[in-house]
């Protein structure tokens, strides 16, 4: 049998990667169109504003839902960014390389690999149950913050070590100390993969069922505190497809969703690109 020669062994690899481009993009816009085609025919600014009513006949709104939403999610990134940063930056400049550092970065892997309802059950026997905060949007965010923290920390990790020694060695050649080198040198160019997790960890919030559903309780009131109930619009989803069969209210509420995701994307995108623009001395 000949040997395949450089060139078309190039070709053939360079197909298998564009055929498998294609077929990620197709997949995702079959999904976002057939999802919008459904739920925007549905989506007015009354559907927006009324709270939801009519428990099995789902009928109302999302308004309540939508702050639910905004509520755990500007918790979860409260608690979660400065833990998650302050973590990486441990793991990555100061963590002796040992046995107990390994066994950290074990750990890590291992939670970021179990399902989201382990945390869930996790989540309403500490902060439910033991912490006695009940059904609330507190324990719905702890319960996020448990799930997202490995994700978090990695992401962060490599987006700091992907920052050049030289800028480190520079620095300190410079007399800065050594925590001056990280906060005025390694973290401003490390800001873009920083914002990447801390974006991604939104989405995954933003999109994040089953944990929800054992802490936060599912209420449709809108929430007067942080130890108020709620619910989340994909929790919101859940219920109208799976309890209501308001299959045109889940689909509006999917549109929303999914719109906000993409918001989402694009934000990430946009100030990855504008921080790395700045570093690299860009307008």
């Not at 007399?175 to 040198?185: E, N, P, Y």
């Amino acid at each position: 049998m000949r040997n395949i020669s450089p060139k078309t062994s190039q070709k053939i690899a360079l197909g298998f990667i564009w055929a498998g481009g294609f077929i990620t993009a197709a997949i995702l816009l079959l999904i976002v169109v057939y999802v919008l085609s459904r739920g925007l025919p549905a989506l007015d600014l009354d559907f927006l504003l009324t709270k939801p009513r009519g428990g099995l006949s789902g009928e109302g709104g999302i308004s309540t839902v939508i702050v639910s939403t905004v509520y755990l999610i500007g918790l979860t990134l409260t608690i979660l960014v400065p833990v998650g940063i302050g973590a990486a930056i441990y793991l990555a400049e100061y963590a002796p390389s040992n046995r107990f550092t390994n066994f950290i970065r074990y750990g890590i892997e291992v939670l970021a690999g179990v399902p989201s309802i382990i945390f869930g059950l996790f989540g309403f026997a500490l902060f439910v149950t033991a912490l006695h905060f009940k059904f609330s949007i507190l324990s719905g965010a702890l319960t996020l913050v448990c799930l997202l923290l490995p994700t978090m920390i990695r992401t962060t990790e490599e987006a700091i070590k992907a920052v050049p020694r030289s800028y480190r060695e520079g620095a300190l050649a410079l007399g800065c100390t050594r925590w001056q080198t990280i906060a005025r040198v390694v973290l401003p160019a490390a800001i873009p993969g920083i914002i990447t997790s801390v974006i991604l960890c939104t989405g995954r919030a933003i999109g994040e069922t089953a944990c929800l559903y054992v802490t936060m309780g599912g209420s449709a009131a809108m929430p007067t505190s942080l130890l108020s109930g709620g619910r989340t619009l994909s929790l919101h989803v859940f219920y109208l497809a799976m309890e209501t069969r308001a299959m045109d209210k889940a689909m509006a509420t999917a549109a929303v969703l999914i719109i906000v995701i993409i918001l989402v994307n694009t934000l990430t995108t946009w100030l990855a690109r504008r921080f790395s623009m700045r570093m690299g001395g860009g307008q």
